[in-house]
């Protein structure tokens, strides 16, 4: 585009020149002629310098549009960290809410999976009916484990009478 540039104004004048240095003729169609033939030229100038305008401007909005283009999609890429972000923002929330309803302590809030509330409600029962269970298997050992012979009968507190006591169930 710069080589059309710089020899546009070179065929211009050129142009020019050649209509001057032409003599004028006897007859007047020749005239009307080149009148005709000038006024052509210079439209045809005129056209160019105008196309040449309207190239640039054209390129010009093209980068303006890539520019856009761009933007719009950093501004995509933003909203989609945002949702993402409160996504997780409210399944925490979620979490929280059903622990507290169920019963369960706060540090374990963040265990629950679930898409939704209802299954994070149905995870948190399973949580708690697995440590309920395990609570009440350790809270209450069977005799064997405590130790205790028959269910009621006393321990006697002197170590020698305990064992004692552990000698006669041997035998």
Do not use: C, Y
Not at 52 to 57: M, S
Not at 102 to 127: F, S, V, Y
Not at 133 to 162: I, M, N, Y
């Amino acid at each position: 585009m710069s080589e059309e540039n710089s020899t546009a104004p070179a065929d211009q004048a050129a142009d020019e020149q050649a209509v001057a240095v032409e003599e004028p003729t006897t007859d007047g169609g020749a005239s009307e002629t080149e009148a005709e033939l000038a006024k052509w030229k210079a439209m045809a100038r005129k056209n160019e310098q105008n196309a040449k305008k309207l190239a640039e401007k054209a390129a010009k909005f093209d980068e303006l549009e890539v520019a856009n283009q761009s933007e719009s999609e950093k501004l995509t890429k933003r909203v989609q960290e945002l949702e993402g972000q409160l996504r997780t923002s409210e399944m925490s929330v979620m979490r929280s809410k059903v622990a507290a309803e169920k019963g369960l302590e706060p540090e374990l809030a963040e265990t629950l999976t679930g898409e939704n509330a209802e299954e994070m409600a149905e995870h948190a029962d399973r949580l708690l009916d697995a440590i309920n269970r395990r609570f009440t298997e350790k809270k209450s050992p069977s005799p064997e484990q405590s130790g205790a012979g028959a269910v009621g009968q006393a321990q006697p507190s002197d170590p020698a009478a305990l064992a004692e006591a552990v000698l006669s169930r041997r035998r």
